[in-house]
């Protein structure tokens, strides 16, 4: 069982950038595709970048390309997510997943593991 554990949220202005990253421990870190998920209030939990279990590959949701950026580091246990040129309808609690058997998906209910979330608030 993976345990995942987000940081680096907070308040930034628009136009700003926060890094945020996911911590992952108790299980073969590589073995799982890692997902970047947020929700805001009153709004469903949505997908916003998953990537391969190896990193080769990557997907955006169409309202974060060209502003955000997934990456992992096996041997550390990381995923992270670049937020660039945030705007005020980024804000929202931002969600690490883990999807066992190097799945990939943008669905929510397809990952099993997930970390207890981060806020993330942009400002205009």
């Known amino acids: 069982q993976v345990q995942l554990e987000e940081s680096g949220g907070g308040l930034v202005r628009a136009g700003g950038s926060l890094r945020l990253s996911c911590a992952a421990s108790?299980?073969?870190?590589?073995?799982?595709?890692m997902g970047w998920f947020r929700q805001a209030p009153g709004k469903e939990r949505e997908f916003v970048a998953w990537?391969?279990?190896?990193?080769?590959?990557?997907s955006y949701a169409d309202f974060v390309k060209g502003r955000f950026t997934i990456s992992r580091d096996n041997a550390k246990n990381t995923v992270t997510l670049q937020m660039n040129s945030l705007k005020p309808e980024d804000t929202a609690v931002y969600y690490c997943?883990?999807?066992?058997?190097?799945?990939?998906?943008?669905?929510?209910?397809?990952?099993?593991?997930w970390g207890q979330g981060t806020q993330v608030t942009v400002s205009s």
């Open positions: 997943a883990a999807g066992r058997y190097c799945r990939t998906s943008y669905r929510p209910n397809e990952y099993a593991y």
């Open positions: 108790g299980g073969t870190f590589s073995s799982y595709t």
């Open positions: 990537i391969t279990c190896g990193g080769g590959s990557k």
